[in-house]
């Protein structure tokens, strides 16, 4: 039995010899299986990739290795990245095609500040003008989160819903407040305007609005119908309009005028008066004061003449202190333009003769103010009562009629004691 060892022996010797190639043959396949395995896995060029919308797409979607290998055959610069959906790319890499795919996903909800709302009773405020400073790569629709109660007046939170057109949401609260004030605003002093061509127009002067509830309501100015350079008649339209939006209008009529030659501009007058008051008044002294200092300049620094710019006042009194003479439209007009600058106020006053003076505003009362320089300078015409005016008037030949219902009521009180006509200043 010993014997047959040997060839026992020989048998699995011839056997290992003869399998070898197969075994070996089996890893190569194996090794190639792997191969292709590790290929198809983690292959050169991804045939999908997905970028963020909004992003910019680069080759290293595709290729984590070597992206600089790769070129795009599609023009990707022309595909709209902020726009989610599944766009073919092709891509070029070794001499090879490879047919990709690119998925924009937008899963960025949008951003936005909140905006404190406003709104008067009857008005429903958008969603919309809740948010502020809205920002998403896609389209964004706002919506009440609830409801708002436009009945309760004051404050109440707002709840808000912000969503792109991925369905990405975001939710913000704002504030509305809810003014139930239905009363308009009302405007004060508007009235019927007169100007020259091409002059600026003061339009708002003396124009005022106040409000039931809103202490600052605000006044508009709609002069868009008025061609302040042509001669005309046109509709000007003052809007006032309080917190909770209630609205009032008053329409007046603007009358442009052609300027009349040598017309003066009243700007470049005032001008002239201001400088001339510099040097005739003072801090300590009072409006009688100063309409005297006032009375006293232009009776005796502007000569009589019996001549004039008669078509305007502004005329008249640039004629007063260019000329330094004219008649008394000249003398009326340089008075107006002085007391005006002096703040005190005052009327033109024609008399039925043709002859003109001034209503100045004293001490609570109207009074004739009269600076025009008569013949010999005796007479004298500062601060009178009608009753003092007509006892010069009724024995010179009515100069100083007048028809009284046409100017505003004057005073009855004498100031006459107040006043030395020899002296510069007033008893006081
Ligand atoms: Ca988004
Ligand atoms: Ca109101």
Redesign the pocket.
């Known amino acids: 039995m010993g014997e047959s060892s040997p060839s026992f022996d020989k048998t699995p010797r011839r056997i290992r010899i003869g399998a070898a190639p197969i075994v070996l043959g089996v890893l190569a396949v194996l090794i190639a299986i792997l191969a292709a395995l590790a290929v198809w896995l983690n292959p050169a060029v991804s045939d999908s990739a997905v970028l963020e919308a909004g992003g910019v797409i680069t080759m290293d979607l595709f290729m984590e290795r070597h992206p600089e290998e790769g070129r795009f055959l599609t023009d990707v610069y022309s595909i709209d990245t902020s726009r989610p959906g599944i766009y073919a790319i092709d891509i070029l890499r070794d001499g090879k095609t490879y047919d990709c795919s690119l998925i924009i996903r937008d899963t960025a909800a949008p951003t936005a500040s909140p905006v404190h709302v406003t709104v008067g009773r009857g008005r429903a405020p958008s969603p919309e003008e809740f948010v502020t400073d809205v920002r998403d790569v896609t389209p964004v629709t706002v919506v009440f989160d609830g409801v708002p109660d436009l009945t309760a007046g004051g404050d109440q939170t707002v709840g808000l819903i912000l969503t792109d057109t991925s369905g990405n949401e975001t939710r913000l609260t704002a504030t509305l407040t809810v003014l139930l004030?239905s009363?308009?605003?009302q405007i004060h002093g508007a009235r019927d305007l007169e100007g020259y061509a091409m002059d600026s127009l003061d339009l708002t002067t003396g124009v005022s609005v106040t409000?039931?509830?809103?202490p600052s309501p605000t006044l508009e100015v709609d002069d868009s119908g008025v061609d302040p350079d042509s001669p005309g008649v046109y509709a000007l339209t003052y809007i006032a309009r309080?917190a909770?939006g209630?609205e009032s209008r008053i329409t007046v009529n603007v009358t442009i005028l052609e300027r009349p030659v040598g017309y003066v501009d009243p700007r470049i007058v005032m001008g002239f008066a201001e400088k001339a008051l510099e040097g005739i008044v003072n801090d300590s002294m009072d409006d009688m004061d100063k309409a005297y200092a006032i009375y006293r300049y232009v009776k005796y620094t502007v000569a009589f003449e019996e001549d004039s710019h008669k078509s305007t006042w502004s005329g008249a009194a640039y004629q007063a202190f260019a000329a330094g003479v004219g008649d008394s439209f000249v003398h009326a007009s340089a008075c107006r333009a002085l007391l005006t600058a002096a703040g005190i106020e005052n009327v033109d006053i024609t008399g039925t003769s043709g002859n003109h003076w001034n209503l100045v505003y004293i001490n609570g009362g109207w009074y004739h103010f009269d600076a025009t320089p008569r013949a010999g300078g005796r007479d004298n015409f500062f601060l009178l009562t009608d009753a003092e005016l007509e006892a010069y008037s009724s024995t010179h030949s009515g100069s100083h009629r007048f028809d009284a219902s046409l100017y505003p009521d004057r005073s009855e009180t004498s100031l006459q004691d107040a006043v030395d006509y020899g002296s510069t200043v007033l008893r006081r």
């Open positions: 004030d009363v308009p605003p409000d039931d509830e809103d309080d909770a209630n």
